[in-house]
Structures are given as structure tokens and as C-alpha cells.
């Protein structure tokens, strides 16, 4: 079975299975049903974002018009400012 190279959240590199990224798509997906109530993401969409986490290109990105906004805005950077460590969704 081939192996992929990813990151782990705090920049880490690891190597997985190509089992691995689409288990944890799957598992992702089930926990966002359960918790946000919403509809499970089909399988095209699952294999489309399966081939952007296994692309071995150095950057990758999506489509125009498949883009998820993030609503986070710097509120947590005022708060390093007088040291304190939190993150973006933490603050």
C-alpha cells in the first residue's frame, strides 16, 4: 500500500496509508452530522477532498467556487499582545 506524506495540526510531518486520509474524511463527516445536524458530505465530494489531502504538490487549493469561508477575525492577537497563549479558536 503506498504511503503519503502529511502534517499533523502543529506542523509535524508524518507519513500515512492512502487508507488513513479518506478514514478520517469518513469519521470527520459522521462527527459533523452528529454534532452541526447537517447532511453527510457525498462520496464524490469525500474523493475530491481525498485527492487534495494526497496531492503531493507542495501547495494545493481548490476550485473557484468550492471554497469554505472561515469566520475567524484577530481578536486572539490583541490577546498575545499582553502574553497570554491562546489560539484563534480558542480565543
Known sequence: MAKVSSRLGDGFPIELTENEPMHDLEEGTNDAVDRG??????????KYLFDIFISPARFVSVERGKEVVLSY??????????WVAVNRIQG
Open 73 to 82: 477575525d484577530a481578536g486572539t492577537l490583541k490577546v498575545r499582545c499582553v
Open 37 to 46: 445536524k447537517t447532511l453527510p458530505l457525498s462520496e464524490e465530494e469525500l
